[in-house]
């Protein structure tokens, strides 16, 4: 008899809000938090990504992670699969594969991991506690969040769920289940 445990999706914004464009990760966050969401989707803002978290990675079917870019122009919202490390080289430089390696590593299991970025302009230090993205930035969070709440929608549509099958298509994402695959990987 097989079981269809439902995982939780996990979505993780990360960076600093007091280093300016550094808190796009939070701000999406911020925002999906202020909408009505499925009950299977946990939301969680961080400073950076810790070596605890790969608990998490184990235990979700779907991570999202959320994180500004200093690289990629501001505003620019970029999609990437990402893969567990070969091996895990934590310090204080955890990045999302070696999370992804240590889930495996010590729990057993990975879901899924997905990242979106956002370019950033500005990563200076702000006033104290005002934490200020640059226009850009700011249109691209609420543009992020938008489409991850269009996509939420799915999330608890448990007919639709199938525990043994891997996502489809050009993203191999957070969770095993088709709908949710076709939700993430659709549009960007």
Not at 31 to 42: C, F, G, K, T, W
Not at 137 to 144: G, W
Request: net charge neutral; glycine share 8%; proline share 6%.
């Amino acid at each position: 008899m097989t079981s269809s445990v439902i995982r939780p999706v996990l979505c993780l914004g990360f960076g600093n809000p007091s280093r300016g464009d550094d808190g796009a990760g939070p701000a999406v966050i911020d925002a999906l938090s202020r909408h009505e969401l499925p009950s299977r989707l946990e939301l969680l803002a961080a400073h950076q990504l810790l070596p605890e978290f790969s608990e998490r990675f184990a235990d979700s079917d779907w991570v999202v992670l959320l994180d500004a870019d200093a690289r990629q122009p501001a505003g620019v919202i970029t999609r990437i699969r990402v893969r567990p490390a070969e091996t895990c080289v934590g310090g204080h430089r955890w990045t999302a594969a070696s999370l992804a390696f240590l889930a495996m590593e010590l729990h057993g299991r990975c879901g899924s991991v997905i990242a979106y970025t956002i370019g950033g302009a500005d990563f200076s230090a702000t006033e104290p506690w005002k934490f200020t993205l640059t226009p850009r930035v700011a249109e691209a969070v609420d543009r992020l969040a938008a489409r991850l709440i269009k996509r939420a929608a799915i999330v608890d549509d448990e007919t639709r769920y199938h525990p043994n099958r891997r996502p489809r298509g050009r993203l191999a994402t957070a969770d095993g289940s088709s709908a949710l695959s076709s939700a993430f990987q659709s549009g960007g």
